[in-house]
T-cell receptor, first 118, second 113 residues
Framework: AQKVTQAQTEISVVEKEDVTLDCVYE???????LFWYKQPPSGELVFLIR??????QNEISGRYSWNFQKSTSSFNFTITASQVVDSAVYFC???????????????FGKGITLSVRP | DVKVTQSSRYLVKRTGEKVFLECVQD?????MFWYRQDPGLGLRLIYF???????EKGDIPEGYSVSREKKERFSLILESASTNQTSMYLC????????????FGSGTRLTVV
C-alpha cells in the first residue's frame, strides 16, 4: 500500500529564513505522481506542483523549489526567503498510475504547519 | 474561474440530527471525494465517487453516507450527527486518470452540539 510521511508536524521560522518541508513516500509502483498542496488559514487546499516518477528534474518557481529524489523516495519542498503569507499547512500527496478511475485517489501525508513570524 | 463550491462555510447542528453537506463542481469532473480534517490526523477519506450513482467507501465511512445523482453534485450525509463528527469537511473533484490532482472546495466547519 502506498504511504506518505511528513515527519515534521510544525515548523516556525522568522521571515526571510529559508525552510525545507520534507516528504517521504512509499510505493511499489514504478509509475506514480507526487503533489504538494498549500492550505492557508482560509481552508481551501491549493495545488502547488505535480511531478511524475520519470521526471527527476528539480523545479523552481519563484521562491519555491522542489527536490525529487527517487533513490531516497523523497520529494522535498523548499521556500526561500520565507514571508508571512507562506504561513499555512502544506500537504504532500502520492498517486499511483493504473487504470483510469480506479487509481485516481491521492494518498496524503498528515501535513506540516508552517508559521512564518515577522 | 472553475471551482468546487461547498454550500456552507460554518454549520452548527444538534446531536441526532440528519445533516446534509452539499458540494458542487463546475468542471465536468468525473471523480468527487469527501474528506474530513482533524488536528494531528490530516485528511481522512470518507467516501468517493468515480461516476454518477457510483460510490465507494474510503477509510472512515462509518456514520456517513453519500449521494451522487448528478455528475456535478456530491452530497455527504450524516445520518444521525454525533459530537465526534465535529470536524472540517472538505470536498474535492478531479478528472479521471491519476495524473490529475484534485481541486478542493473551501471546506465546511461542522460543529455538533
Amino acid at each position: 500500500a502506498q504511504k506518505v510521511t511528513q515527519a515534521q508536524t510544525e515548523i516556525s521560522v522568522v521571515e526571510k529564513e529559508d525552510v525545507t518541508l520534507d516528504c517521504v513516500y512509499e510505493t511499489r509502483d514504478t509509475t506514480y505522481y507526487l503533489f504538494w498542496y498549500k492550505q492557508p488559514p482560509s481552508g481551501e487546499l491549493v495545488f502547488l506542483i505535480r511531478r511524475n516518477s520519470f521526471d527527476e528534474q528539480n523545479e523552481i518557481s519563484g521562491r519555491y523549489s522542489w527536490n525529487f529524489q527517487k533513490s531516497t523516495s523523497s520529494f522535498n519542498f523548499t521556500i526561500t526567503a520565507s514571508q508571512v503569507v507562506d504561513s499555512a499547512v502544506y500537504f504532500c500527496a502520492l498517486s499511483e498510475a493504473g487504470s483510469s478511475g480506479a487509481n485516481s485517489k491521492l494518498t496524503f501525508g498528515k501535513g506540516i504547519t508552517l508559521s512564518v513570524r515577522p | 474561474d472553475v471551482k468546487v463550491t461547498q454550500s456552507s462555510r460554518y454549520l452548527v447542528k444538534r446531536t441526532g440530527e440528519k445533516v446534509f453537506l452539499e458540494c458542487v463542481q463546475d468542471m465536468d469532473h468525473e471523480n468527487m471525494f469527501w474528506y474530513r480534517q482533524d488536528p494531528g490526523l490530516g485528511l481522512r477519506l470518507i467516501y468517493f465517487s468515480y461516476d454518477v450513482k457510483m460510490k465507494e467507501k474510503g477509510d472512515i465511512p462509518e456514520g456517513y453516507s453519500v449521494s451522487r445523482e448528478k455528475k456535478e453534485r456530491f452530497s455527504l450525509i450524516l445520518e444521525s450527527a454525533s459530537t465526534n463528527q465535529t470536524s472540517m469537511y472538505l470536498c474535492a473533484s478531479s478528472l479521471s486518470g491519476v495524473r490529475y490532482g484534485y481541486t478542493f472546495g473551501s471546506g465546511t466547519r461542522l460543529t455538533v452540539v
